[in-house]
């Protein structure tokens, strides 16, 4: 069963302050309930940000970032020979957002086996005079519709301040693909910004 993960008192966290991800990591391996409460305090958010970013959606992320703890716990004993504890974290939460999206795509192919001829809504067109918040609505919707590598390249960079090392790790690609995905993502960022709003962009 997976250890309470809320009400945790001032000195376990105290404790935990000092001690390296990887340190906490070796602890919870072992079995060490504090050391995986530690554990949950110093990624869960991160995860939960990640995965909202790939998903849009906040209960999805609250129901993914929970089911990769309990999957960390139930496998805790492999966290011995995790290298980066970090990576493999997300990589848990990437593999979960996958199966995710592979089971809602395959439900939504079934469901327009039944009513393929249902799907003829078109979204509004932007005001002309775009305020910050709606200029912010816009970036993240752009955001979503990027390719999916690129999109998750992006959330990991932009959202968590991952080095390309680490996105690398957590996406099983090289670093310089890592680049590639974030580059073309800006590109195309860009030019869609442009396209609204020509007067934001310097453009040669």
Known sequence: MIPLMIGVSSRAEEAEADASPQDIARRVADGDTRAFEALFRLLSERVFRYVRGMTGEE??????TQDTFVRLWSARTRLADVENVEAY???TARRLVYNRTR???VRRENEALLRPDDLDAHPP???DELDSDLLRDLLNGW???LPERQREALTLRREEGMSHDTIAD???????TVNTHIMRA???LRDRLHE?????MHRS
């Open 186 to 188: 800006m590109d195309t």
């Open 103 to 105: 089971d809602e795509r």
């Open 170 to 176: 957590v996406m099983g690609i090289s670093k310089n």
């Open 143 to 145: 955001i979503a519709d």
């Open 196 to 200: 609204h709003r020509p007067d934001l």
């Open 89 to 91: 974290v997300f990589q």
């Open 125 to 127: 067109a932007p005001d």
């Open 59 to 64: 209960s999805t992320a609250h129901d993914i």
